[in-house]
T-cell receptor, first 112, second 116 residues
């Protein structure tokens, strides 16, 4: 099964914050986050491995709670360039499989 | 580096015809992935290769789909015969994996396939 992302869509004003969640019913080894702009290919943001680590990429950070089998992506002080669809990709199991199952995506729109 | 290269970028074909999509991964990457993206089903993994060997093809919809990777710099995804429900954007992605660990995937620009 796909991981479940929430919310499905969010609209922000520039400078506002957002959180995107990704939940799985299966144990996860890693979570990968990608952003896709309309008409373009997905672009890598970050990877989190089991161990509860948190990572950051400019004003975008993420956490991974392996016990809850969920990850959250935090976008702070959003910019117009953050608009797009965010996907989490999960690597299931207790060890690496080399295979990602993507969620259905969360569409983020940042307005001036 | 030119990134992942896919061809053609757009393909319009009639039902029943054979379609071949091509991909050149980033040099040095040892894993290659074929994805299909539609509004209804999202981004689905069809098949992935590691060191030119197919590892998991459980996402291939049916026998009409086949994929090959004859060498480290080229892969094809073939649909024969094509059907209207195959209409989608097909992405190829490549990555470096070490000891099974999956690193970031680099996606190609995609091939938009329309089957009429």
């Amino acid at each position: 099964q796909q991981p479940v992302q929430s919310p499905q869509a969010v609209i922000l004003r520039e400078g506002e914050d957002a959180v995107i969640n990704c939940s799985s019913s299966k144990a996860l080894y890693s979570v990968h986050w990608y952003r896709q702009k309309h008409g373009e290919a997905p672009v890598f943001l970050m990877i989190l491995l089991k161990g509860g680590e948190q990572k950051g990429h400019e004003k975008i950070s993420a956490s991974f709670n392996e016990k809850k089998q969920q990850s959250s992506l935090y976008l702070t002080a959003s910019q117009l360039s953050y608009s797009g669809t965010y996907f989490c990709g999960t690597e299931r199991g207790s060890s690496n499989t080399g295979k990602l199952i993507f969620g259905q995506g969360t569409t983020l729109q940042v307005k001036p | 580096d030119a990134g992942v290269i896919q061809s053609p970028r757009h393909e319009v074909t009639e039902m029943g015809q054979e379609v071949t999509l091509r991909c050149k991964p980033i040099s040095g990457h040892n894993s290659l992935f074929w994805y299909r993206q539609t509004m209804m089903r999202g981004l689905e993994l069809l098949i992935y290769f590691n060191n030119n060997v197919p590892i998991d093809d459980s996402g291939m919809p049916e026998d009409r789909f086949s994929a090959k990777m004859p060498n480290a710099s080229f892969s094809t995804l073939k649909i024969q015969p094509s059907e209207p429900r195959d209409s989608a954007v097909y992405f190829c992605a490549s990555s470096f994996t070490s000891s099974g660990r999956l690193y970031e995937q680099y996606f190609g620009p995609g091939t938009r396939l329309t089957v009429t």
